[in-house]
Nanobody, 127 residues
Framework: VQLQASGGGLVQPGGSLRLSCAAS????????IGWFRQAPGKEREGISC???????YYVDSVKGRFTISRDSDKNTVYLQMNSLKPEDTAVYYC??????????????????????WGQGTLVTVSS
């Protein structure tokens, strides 16, 4: 299993970016993809996920601004990020949960659900 995250870059506050996570090595479309981010000096946090059946989750800080979607034909998950803020600056990672779970425990996306991780893509929001 391999995950390839891409689409990061430098954007001004209020701008938009779309991240992609291409998955390979799966024999069937039964897995969830989660997006996490890690800012300098901070813990990695889960921000969104999508299951193969379309179940969705967003952390409160990105609700209404970020949209996750999935193209099963391309084995790719997208994270459309709008109205970006400086506090969104972080390295963004995608990861796979082979149990196909998407949700939260104690208002957090559990990192330990995810067994395969992509390499990360840097998003910088700055003027």
């Amino acid at each position: 299993v391999q995950l390839q995250a891409s689409g990061g870059g430098l954007v001004q506050p209020g701008g938009s970016l779309r991240l992609s996570c291409a998955a390979s090595g799966f024999t069937r479309d039964y897995y969830a993809i989660g997006w996490f981010r890690q800012a300098p000096g901070k813990e990695r946090e889960g921000i969104s996920c999508i299951s193969s059946s379309g179940g969705l989750y967003y952390v409160d800080s990105v609700k209404g601004r970020f949209t996750i979607s999935r193209d099963s034909d391309k084995n790719t998950v997208y994270l459309q990020m709008n109205s970006l803020k400086p506090e969104d600056t972080a390295v963004y990672y995608c990861a796979v949960d082979r149990a196909n779970r998407c949700g939260s425990l104690y208002n957090r996306l559990p990192k330990n659900w995810y067994t395969y991780w992509g390499q990360g893509t840097l998003v910088t929001v700055s003027s």
